[in-house]
């Protein structure tokens, strides 16, 4: 039985390894690969094929092995990462805004240390509310791009 605070972070977790499972099948499933191609093409164990997406959920399926499913159904990780933590939803993985999150996301982990590098002093990280104030004017931004391409393909036709 689990106690104390671990009981949320084991939940956590074992829900995030479902939704990965789930994302998996998914991209497996737009791809038409089934398990036994990906034991044919050596991605995975012959002996891992029974269970699968059991052994993703659960977390038991090699971590290596979990890697070279992952990068055999080009799923981004960090898109993928962002799906599972942020939308929770495996079929989030396909949506124009996850996918933009994760964009914005490679670009400003990108871009940060070059900006910082120019600062002088240590950098501590910032408030959760500046960051949220971040998020907001950053997503409005995208929108009013969103906006203005939108306005202009209505004009087009």
Same mark, same amino acid.
């Given at each position: 039985?689990?106690? @104390?605070?671990n009981t949320v972070v084991v939940g956590r977790c074992d829900q995030l ?6 994302? =998996?099948?998914?991209? #497996? *499933?737009? %791809? @038409?690969?089934?398990? %036994?191609?990906? $034991?044919?093409? +050596? ?21 290596a092995e979990f890697h070279a499913v992952t990068s055999h159904l080009e799923?981004?990780? =960090?898109?993928?990462? =962002? ?6 939803? $495996? ?11 994760? #964009?914005? $996301?490679? $670009? #400003?982990?990108?871009?940060?240390? *070059? *900006?910082?590098?120019?600062? *002088? @002093? /240590? ?9 949220? +104030? =971040?998020? !907001? ?6 929108? !009013?791009?969103? %906006? !203005?391409?939108?306005?202009? /393909?209505?004009?087009?036709?």
């Amino acid at each position: 039985m689990r106690e @104390g605070s671990n009981t949320v972070v084991v939940g956590r977790c074992d829900q995030l390894q479902r939704e990965y499972a789930v994302l =998996i099948r998914r991209q #497996m *499933e737009k %791809r @038409g690969l089934s398990v %036994r191609k990906l $034991a044919e093409r +050596g991605v995975i164990r012959q002996s891992h094929r029974n269970r699968f997406f059991d052994r993703i959920a659960q977390g038991t399926l090699p971590l290596a092995e979990f890697h070279a499913v992952t990068s055999h159904l080009e799923i981004d990780p =960090i898109r993928a990462a =962002i799906t599972v933590q942020c939308f929770t939803d $495996a079929t989030s993985y396909e949506d124009p805004c996850c996918e933009t999150s994760a #964009m914005v $996301a490679v $670009a #400003m982990a990108t871009h940060l240390p *070059e *900006e910082l590098a120019a600062c *002088e @002093g /240590n950098f501590e990280t910032i408030r959760s509310e500046l960051c949220d +104030g =971040i998020a !907001k004017n950053t997503s409005s931004a995208i929108a !009013k791009y969103h %906006r !203005k391409l939108d306005t202009r /393909n209505n004009l087009s036709l």
